[in-house]
């Protein structure tokens, strides 16, 4: 199997088979907490997106040229957390200057990333060796693909999240299930579909 | 008055074990809490050290609360939590392995659990060391039940039986970890048990039900409440046309 191939089957992999919500458990806080409209889902999917990906690229090279040879290993949650508060600050201030329209979409959404499991947790999985992690990223590509495929499972599974639960509104749900209950209910249902996808690409 | 001087408070341990529950009232830290509780051991490890850097973190954060400036306050508690899981998972990997490596990446996770950095920002950088630390220790204990609900429900449904000593290797018997079991027998006889909540659908199921099960209960004692004010109101009315009544009584 050539190279490109596998980039895309691992794209695929965490994006569909192992999704960042539904079966890794990442950033449910976020996923339960801002899936009440579709327009905010959208925005912190796409600024989730943003960060996850500049933050692989970022923290590879840091871990790889910097950590190891200087034997400090242990520290990467200590460099990872920084490194990722610091750029949702430098994102803000880019986006703010390039496109006002989108800072004001994104408005709360934006420092709330650095609490977002989603990108401490992508990060962790592309430098960590060891078999107790989902995916051990064995080379940058793979550690891209991972960033990119958990990103857009993560935007593509907000925003479903986001449509199904404005229809739920509407549906008549038992007191006791309504509000966060049922849409957990269905966030399983959710996970059950995307159990479906399991041995692809494996 | 009497009441602010005093060192500890009582409430900031007790409140947060129930009646403010992080996970199943205020609904923060989902993640772990889905995310670990496929066993029951798994998730009494998580709880135990997650209560260790809520402690401590808040301890710290509460005793440099007048140190801290204003502007970067996020980051200095980030760094100070990031220390604590530091700490704590060298400390597990040397001396709980199986923990360690059954909790993966979310002891790491740690770090940005809502909770934590919730309780810094919410209580410890305003109240004293010891109410920070009655603080910790309460969301700790309450964060742990919880999770030990959703994993013993998860375990004994998903996999059958109770199983101690995988994880906590020092409760084996004859170097063999104990199973309980409960809807599966050991020797295979009987099986009722629902691989489902094994799977990352399980956790969402139990979560959602468990709170729902929150939900009616509350909502049938507020409905109680409802009816007891009302009848209260019904009796004092009916009290106050009695009296009424032999008052005019009175003056005939």
Known sequence: MNYFVTFLLAIVSSFLVDNVVLSRFYGICSFVGVSNRVKSAASMGIAVTFVIVLAALVSWPIYVFILVPAELTFMDTIVYILVIASLVQVVGLV?????????????????????????????????????????????????????????????????????????????????????????LITAALMALAFMGFQGIGA | MEEKKRYFHKESFLKPIWQENPLFVLVLGTCPALAVTKTFEASLGMGILFTFVLVFSNVIISALRKIIPDEVHIPCYIVVIATFVTITKMMTEAFLPELYSSLGVFLALLVVNCIVLGRAEAFANKNTVGDSLLDGLGNGVGFTLALCIIGLVREILGTGMLTLGNIFTFIQVNGEAIHLPILKAVDGSYDFSISLFSNPAGGFITLGVIMAIIAAVNNHKAAIAKAKALEEKKRQAALKAQQAQAAVGGDK
């Open chain 1, 95 to 183: 986006v703010k200057k390039f496109s006002p329209s989108l800072y004001k979409a994104l408005g709360i959404y934006l420092p709330l990333i650095t609490t977002n499991c989603a990108v401490l947790g992508v990060v962790q999985e592309n430098t960590a060796k060891g078999a107790s992690y989902a995916y051990a990223a064995a080379d940058f590509g793979t550690a891209m693909a991972n960033a990119l495929g958990t990103s857009v499972g993560f935007l593509v599974v907000i925003v479903l999240m986001a449509c199904i639960r404005t229809r739920l509104e509407a549906a008549n749900t038992p007191k006791a299930f309504k509000g966060l209950p049922i849409a």
